[in-house]
T-cell receptor, first 115, second 113 residues
C-alpha cells in the first residue's frame, strides 16, 4: 500500500521545547516538501528536498530544520526559535522528474499545538 | 515574488446551486494544478491544465486555463454535500525553483443540504 505517512497526527508541545515531525514515503519519490497551514490559510513552503542529502529553505524556514539522510524520510524539527509554531504541518512528495509539472502527493498531516 | 490569488475566499451555497472559484497568477504559468482539501484532511490532486485556453471536465467539475496562462477557474455544476472543502490552485515557480509550487490562497466551499 503506497503513500505518505506522517506521525503523530496530533502533537502537543510546551514552549521552549524542540519537536520532530516524522514524514515517510514509499512512493520512490525523489522530491519531498514540508508545508505549514494556518486556520483558513493556504500552504506555505517551509523546506524542500530534491534529492537525498540535499535540501533548500522555502519561504518560511526560520525556526525549522530538516534532514534528508534517506530517500524515504524527511523529518522536520520545529525548534524553540519558531515564534508561533501552532499550525497544521503537511508533508508532500513528488517524482522530481517533471519539474514544475509534478503532481504533489500529501500525507495526512500533523496538527501541532504549543501549550 | 510570484503570487497566486483566489476569489472568493469563502462561498456558502445551497445544494444544487453552481459554484465557481477563480485563480489569478502574477506571472505566466507553464501549467496549473488544482487540489481539493476536505475539512480536517489533506490536499488531494484533482487535475492539471497545460495548454492555453484548455478546458477539462471531471463529471460535474469543469476546469479552465486562461488564454494568457495567468488565470484559471473551477466550476462545479449542481453542488452536492460531498463537494465541501477548500479548493486550491497551484502553479510552478519556474526557473531554478525546480519542482516547487506556489499554492493559491484557496476557496472554501460550504454546501447547505
Amino acid at each position: 500500500d503506497g503513500g505518505i505517512t506522517q506521525s503523530p497526527k496530533y502533537l502537543f508541545r510546551k514552549e521552549g521545547q524542540n519537536v520532530t515531525l516524522s514524514c515517510e514515503q514509499n512512493l520512490n519519490h525523489d522530491a519531498m516538501y514540508w508545508y505549514r497551514q494556518d486556520p483558513g490559510q493556504g500552504l506555505r513552503l517551509i523546506y524542500y528536498s530534491q534529492i537525498v542529502n540535499d535540501f533548500q529553505k522555502g519561504d518560511i524556514a526560520e525556526g525549522y530544520s530538516v534532514s534528508r539522510e534517506k530517500k524515504e524520510s524527511f523529518p522536520l524539527t520545529v525548534t524553540s526559535a519558531q515564534k508561533n509554531p501552532t499550525a497544521f504541518y503537511l508533508c508532500a512528495s513528488s517524482t522530481g522528474l517533471a519539474g514544475g509539472s509534478d503532481t504533489q502527493y500529501f500525507g495526512p498531516g500533523t496538527r501541532l499545538t504549543v501549550l | 515574488g510570484q503570487q497566486v490569488m483566489q476569489i472568493p475566499q469563502y462561498q456558502h451555497v445551497q445544494e444544487g446551486e453552481d459554484f465557481t472559484t477563480y485563480c489569478n497568477s502574477s506571472t505566466t504559468l507553464s501549467n496549473i494544478q488544482w487540489y481539493k482539501q476536505r475539512p480536517g484532511g489533506h490536499p488531494v490532486f484533482l487535475i492539471q491544465l497545460v495548454k492555453s485556453g484548455e478546458v477539462k471536465k471531471q463529471k460535474r467539475l469543469t476546469f479552465q486555463f486562461g488564454e494568457a496562462k495567468k488565470n484559471s477557474s473551477l466550476h462545479i455544476t449542481a453542488t452536492q454535500t460531498t463537494d465541501v472543502g477548500t479548493y486550491f490552485c497551484a502553479g510552478p515557480r519556474g526557473g531554478s525553483s525546480g519542482d516547487k509550487l506556489t499554492f493559491g490562497t484557496g476557496t472554501r466551499l460550504a454546501v447547505r443540504p
